[in-house]
């Protein structure tokens, strides 16, 4: 086979989302979000589909030999299988970064033979890149579950990013759908990396993890708990969520696919979590699902009524950025022009804030026009969302 | 009306906007290159010390703030510098936004960093026999900052990128940096890593999902002349 064709096959293996050969970064949909938020932050080119092609993203090979329901490459899927060496897929990838096609190699792998053995074989190729080819751009590297602590921790060296997928919130769901993998061999790669950058000087990668929704059961209201406890241990840099899309020939899973939008309100959420310090049991309510009508925020400030309305020529930063609409940016912006002069709504517009969202809950001078009534706002927003929605432009690694 | 001409460089617009202010001159018009005219013309010499002057009346900032206008490369551009240099040679401060020739640098900024920030990815370089070649159109001066960008980059390399439009190319030459004068276009030829590209390019889209107008949103076609993966 051509090294085209192994191309073809292992960068077509790579672009679904769920298997744990995929993924870390892949569809970032955070509105309002800081463009550059998924690491590298550079878009090479955008596929006919509209995602960012930011990383050489492939599998090392496709062969695989577990079972994991919900992915394309498990063993008992008829497809055509491919390998690199470690070789062709170094000089592929200095021969890119030398054209400027790409900020880095984002490397994960079916399972060949062993985990071991096929973690080495992605080390061979981060290896010649690293010290043969002086490459210095970035590296993601998939951890392969049940791979030796030694392997884990020169991945960790090595890599910028390295990545384990939990797959699925909870040890039933993973005893279901993936035989082959439990509790302890998807979190023990992660929790290497952990206590070596505990204990190391050195630079050692950050961490992620993926979790594929809705293919089991599972609500946000778990999913959320869960990376807000990776997120508290330090255990994780991010998270990430990966609506199901339907793989043929599954016997356990029952749904269809799982709404984009699901998952982009879990990653509305997650922003919050990270960098809004709201707490996950304020924004999504015991054993239940984020509203999928309106963004978290706006979800949040409906319940909490009595918070807004919030004097822009007032408050203070911490109180701006819960307004619905006013993220950290435009909050320091509205504190910095209040120094000047007293704020009017049309200043606002004048700073370059949107106030679609943002006028149901604060005041100006000679501005009242934000209202007291949830069920009115609600319908408000949700009028003007239909025209045009945007959680549909996906960014892909 | 008065025509300035200056050397075309950040210093050399510099220089004339202190020239301009020194003489007291209503209305200039700055330019780059000498276009027939009816106007009175003056030709403004590079100052090699201006940036030192500038400095003494001029925050580190706003001088930032300058150039980024200037890479705007437009007439209208370089005015409204000259208007908020003197305005801010009055009140020792721009924050007064209800000041259309202040908002407008605020545009100019914008758009340029934009568009550095777009050729960082969609730059393209061939491989020449010891050099990586880019061509390009962008819509402003931007070769100096990419040429800066890709220094770090590409350490150990030799490049060359190239501003058809103006005729002139950021070089990186056995580690020396400088921007030149650059008219002739060089010759590249096809190789197995473009072919590779565009076979990954092929692969990583997800064909049920065709969204023709999101691509356009992102890479607009004027982009794309240059750019590898695309048919032109
Ligand atoms: S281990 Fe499971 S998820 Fe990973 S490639 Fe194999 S079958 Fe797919």
């Known amino acids: ?397 | 009306m008065v025509n300035i001409i200056f050397e075309d460089s950040f210093e050399g617009f510099l220089s004339a906007l202190f020239y301009a202010f020194n003489n007291d001159i209503k209305n200039p018009l700055f330019l780059k290159a000498q276009k027939p005219s009816l106007f009175k013309t003056i030709k403004v010499e590079l100052d090699e010390n201006i940036i030192t002057i500038a400095k003494g009346f001029l925050e580190e900032e706003i001088i930032e703030l300058f150039y980024d206008c200037f890479c705007f490369d437009e007439e209208k551009a370089f005015s409204d510098v000259y208007k908020s240099f003197l305005f801010y040679m009055k009140n020792k401060h721009l924050k007064d936004i209800h000041k259309d020739f202040i908002r407008n640098l605020t545009y100019y900024r914008k758009s340029v960093n934009r568009e550095r920030h777009k050729y960082i990815g969609f730059l393209r370089f061939h491989k020449l026999d010891n050099v990586l070649y880019a061509r390009f159109e962008p819509r402003h001066f931007v070769i100096d900052y990419l040429g800066e960008f890709f220094k770090r980059r590409y350490q150990e390399e030799n490049f060359i990128i190239h501003d058809l439009k103006r005729k002139k190319a950021a070089i990186y030459y056995e580690k020396r940096f400088s921007i030149e004068d650059f008219d002739k276009e060089l010759n590249v030829e096809k190789d197995q890593y473009q072919e590779l590209w565009k076979a990954f390019f092929e692969a990583v889209t997800i064909k049920e999902r065709t969204n023709k107008r999101l691509q356009n949103h992102y890479v607009p076609h004027y982009f794309r002349k240059h750019m590898t993966e695309f048919d032109n």
């Open chain 1, 1 to 397: 086979m051509d090294v085209e064709q192994k191309l073809r096959i292992l960068a077509d293996g790579a672009k679904y989302d769920v298997s744990c050969a995929s993924s870390g970064g892949v569809r970032e949909t955070v509105d309002g979000g800081i463009g550059n938020s998924y690491a590298p932050g550079v878009c090479h080119t955008f596929t006919s589909d509209g995602r960012c092609v930011s990383l050489l993203k492939v599998l090392f090979t496709n062969v695989c030999i577990f079972d994991c329901e919900y992915c394309i490459n498990r063993a008992s899927n008829n497809i055509k299988r491919a390998s690199f060496t470690p070789r062709e897929l170094a000089d592929i990838t200095i021969n890119f970064y030398k054209r400027n096609y790409i900020e880095g190699l984002f490397l994960s792998s079916g399972i060949a033979k062993s985990p071991d053995h096929t973690m080495e074989l992605m080390l061979k190729t981060v290896k010649i890149l690293r010290e043969e080819y002086k490459f210095n751009g970035y590296i993601h590297l998939k951890l392969i579950p049940g791979a030796s602590k030694e392997l884990i921790e020169e991945a960790s060296k090595l890599a910028d990013r390295v990545s384990s997928n939990i797959e699925l919130p909870t040890e039933k769901s993973l005893k279901l759908l993936a035989p082959d993998k439990n509790k302890d061999n998807v979190l023990k790669p992660l929790m290497f990396v952990k206590n070596l950058r505990d204990n190391s000087e050195k630079s050692i990668a950050s961490a992620s993890t993926q979790l594929i929704v809705g293919a089991t059961d599972e609500p946000d209201y778990q999913i959320l708990r869960l990376a807000s406890y990776f997120y508290e241990k330090k255990i994780l840099k991010r998270m990430y969520y990966s609506a199901y899309i339907p793989v043929p020939n599954t016997k356990h899973i029952k749904v269809d696919k799982t709404p984009l939008l699901r998952e982009h309100r879990l990653y509305q959420a997650d922003w919050l979590i990270r960098f809004y310090d709201f707490k996950y049991e304020e924004i999504v309510e015991k054993d239940s699902n984020l509203d999928l009508e309106l963004d978290p925020k706006t979800a949040f400030a409906l319940k909490n009524i009595h918070l807004y309305p919030v004097d822009v020529n007032k408050a203070s930063y911490e109180e701006l950025i819960k307004v619905p609409g006013i993220g950290r940016k435009n909050a320091m912006k509205i504190i910095q022009a209040r120094a000047f002069k007293t704020l009017e709504d049309i200043d606002l517009v004048k700073l370059g804030i949107s106030i679609k969202k943002a006028k149901h809950f604060i005041v100006a001078k000679r501005y009242l026009g934000y209202s007291l009534s949830p069920e009115y706002i609600r319908k408000a927003i949700i009028k003007g969302e239909s025209k045009g929605h945007s959680y549909t432009q996906l960014k892909l690694w």
